[in-house]
């Protein structure tokens, strides 16, 4: 099986020794990369929630009255609504579901809209079901969206290089490795609306939620010009949404 020149010249238990080795060098190996995979696990300190994973290949269907019942306010027709969830990462809308489902989120009566949602998480029953929707939800394209928000985009993109890209990435991709999520794919609104919630104290505040609460320090000191100005970079240069035609004032 093994071609070795030393056994022309070596003693003959030299073939033993050397198995030997090799079998301490695979164990060696394994040992090592199982230390190793762990400790990349354990590293990630942003993991607070546990969840399992679900293995789309199973391909349960979701019947479109639970699809419907989520979109009755997580689409551009409803006035009064939730973002359009629509080709957000699967990780990050699991990440937040269990949050409203473990009360991090969705509790407060004063957050009229987070409140909402806090009562339609009690239509999901099981963990399955969780996953399954939002898998479904990242797989859909991201819509086109009205641009709402003004401010000015050289000072944002200022901001959001000091302030913003050192997790969410300088194309606001975001870092699943940090729980950090895209702010590519969000309506222009919803991004100041949660900043604003973050830093109201609004979202956040769960003394378990460590994402909420990183976030949420990451907003001290920022004003509200400073908030839009980021949103009007953010919305203007790095988002993947397809544009619509900004709905303002007539300038005659
Ligand atoms: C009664 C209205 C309503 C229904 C029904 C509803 N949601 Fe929501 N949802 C909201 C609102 C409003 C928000 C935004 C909360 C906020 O402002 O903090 C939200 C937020 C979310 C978020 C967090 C988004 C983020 O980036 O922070 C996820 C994920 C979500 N909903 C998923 C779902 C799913 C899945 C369903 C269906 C099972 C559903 N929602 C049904 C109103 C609703
Ligand atoms: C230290 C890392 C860090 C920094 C810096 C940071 N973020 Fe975040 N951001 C996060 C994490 C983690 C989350 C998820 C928080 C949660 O689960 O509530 C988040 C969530 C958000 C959300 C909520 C998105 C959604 O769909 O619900 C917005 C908006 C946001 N960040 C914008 C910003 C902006 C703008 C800046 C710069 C001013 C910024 N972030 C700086 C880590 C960071």
Redesign the pocket.
Known sequence: MRDLPARGYLASNVDSVDEMFCRWCIIFLMVGLVVLTNQGCTQNR?ESIKLHTYDPSLKINLDSKTINACLVCHTAKEMQRG?VLDGFPDWYLK??LK?FQLGYRGKNPNNRAEYLMGGAIKNIKTDVELEVLADYFSKQTPKPSIRVIRGNIEFGKI??AA??A???GSEGKGNRQ????P?NI?EDW??MD??SKYISGQ??LHPE?T??I??KN??ID?SLNDMRN?VAYISNNLTVLPLLQKVGPSKN
């Not at 940090?178 to 999520?181: F, R």
């Open positions: 942003f973002p990440n937040q949050k901001l959001y302030r913003c050192s997790c969410h940090i729980n950090s999520p702010l969000q919803f991004l949660q900043l979202r956040g939620d994402d909420g990183i976030m990451s907003t920022l980021i």
